[in-house]
């Protein structure tokens, strides 16, 4: 599942990414920097999870599904538009730390490994 996160294409209307821009790869095509900004403004950047979160979901056999996903993007969107930094997102049996500013989790806790847990270093809380 962690694979399919990782090679999700990017999705129209979401991080910038809008129907018929030009890859960032191609040389002379680059979008202007006033369109990447215009885009960045209009849609909340795509969700990423770091290189430790994903061996977390991986060692701890967490599959998410896509709607899991679409929800956990969703309380990172609310905790930036309240102006957290960095957020305890709580989904279902799973809790997430996230970086809000640049929209990467850091880690992940399932069930009962939250128990007893302490979450240091968070300026806010999201339970969706």
Do not use: C, W, Y
């Not at 694979?3 to 991080?15: C, K, N, T």
């Not at 979008?31 to 950047?45: D, K, V, W, Y």
């Not at 996903?69 to 969107?77: D, N, P, S």
């Amino acid at each position: 599942m962690i694979d399919a996160i990782r090679s999700l294409p990017p999705v129209p209307g979401v991080g910038g990414v809008e129907p018929g821009t030009p890859a960032r790869s191609q040389p002379g095509n680059a979008p202007s920097f006033q369109t990447e900004l215009e885009g960045r403004l209009e849609s909340p950047a795509s969700l990423t999870f770091s290189s430790h979160a994903r061996s977390r979901l991986i060692s701890r056999s967490i599959q998410l599904t896509g709607q899991q996903v679409a929800r956990l993007q969703h309380g990172v969107e609310q905790a930036a538009r309240k102006g957290a930094r960095e957020s305890v997102v709580m989904l279902d049996n799973l809790a997430f730390v996230v970086s809000v500013a640049n929209r990467t989790v850091v880690t992940a806790v399932e069930g009962a490994a939250r128990e007893g847990n302490v979450f240091t270093q968070i300026d806010s809380a999201v339970i969706v």
